[in-house]
């Protein structure tokens, strides 16, 4: 690991435990389209997709996928805030790691990120963070972590980013960047961390702005 500057977080399974409120969303879609409740397949696809992705994926095939499509779109999503959860350690982790490096966020999650990090009490900890709204091209395409190197002007080497899916890793590797996998040893990732806490103990104790 060379001398590091931006920390990039994923959002979903990393800062925020979301699955219980991902489901509830989704299948509150589908109850409205008269569909059954998602299957632990689909739950683990719409987890990390975006959801365009995720309902194109829960629609395909029905007459009504444009439909849903819309109604993602316009639908209220503070109803399902209640049920996120915040991954242990990662707010005492921010902290430490501020103000030596920058800290962003790079996830498919998308108009509900502004709302998730208010209702945690996270956007404080961030300098940037860039959801799919705001890219043409979401994960697996870079675009995202690119845009956060450009706008912290850093090297690939000089950023990790943390994520806890095979397309985090995908992404990393397009961009350049380190990996580091939270909680699923099965990645082959530049490092492995079990607690947010462990990356305190493996960063270079040199690096700064």
């Known amino acids: 690991m060379g001398p590091l500057k931006v920390i990039i977080y994923d959002c979903d399974g990393v800062l925020i435990d979301s699955r219980r409120s991902n489901a509830a969303f989704y299948n509150h879609i589908l109850e409205r389209f008269a569909l059954p409740p998602l299957?632990?397949?689909?739950?683990?696809?719409?987890?990390?997709?975006?959801?365009?992705?995720?309902?194109?994926?829960?629609?395909?095939?029905?007459?009504?996928?444009?439909?849903?499509?819309?109604?993602?779109?316009?639908?209220?999503?503070?109803?399902?805030?209640?049920?996120?959860?915040?991954?242990?350690?990662?707010?005492?982790?921010l902290g430490a790691l501020r103000p030596a490096y920058h800290?962003?966020?790079?996830?498919?999650?998308?108009?509900?990120?502004?709302?998730?990090?208010?209702?945690?009490?996270?956007?404080?900890?961030?300098?940037?963070?860039?959801?799919?709204?705001?890219v043409e091209r979401p994960k697996p395409h870079p675009e995202c972590l690119l845009k956060i190197l450009q706008h912290f002007q850093v090297a690939p080497a000089e950023a990790i980013y943390i994520g806890d899916a095979p397309v985090d890793l995908m992404v990393s590797r397009r961009a350049g960047v380190t990996f580091g996998a939270y909680k699923n040893p099965e990645l082959d990732a530049g490092f492995h961390l079990q607690d947010h806490l462990d990356l305190l103990k493996i960063l270079p104790g040199g690096a700064a702005r």
């Open 39 to 93: 299957s632990p397949r689909q739950l683990d696809f719409v987890h990390t997709s975006t959801a365009q992705e995720a309902i194109d994926h829960l629609f395909q095939g029905t007459p009504w996928r444009a439909e849903a499509q819309e109604y993602q779109r316009v639908m209220d999503n503070r109803p399902f805030l209640s049920l996120l959860r915040l991954e242990p350690h990662i707010r005492e982790t």
């Open 103 to 134: 800290t962003a966020i790079a996830t498919n999650r998308g108009k509900s990120l502004p709302l998730v990090l208010k209702e945690l009490g996270l956007q404080a900890l961030f300098d940037l963070t860039v959801n799919s709204y705001e």
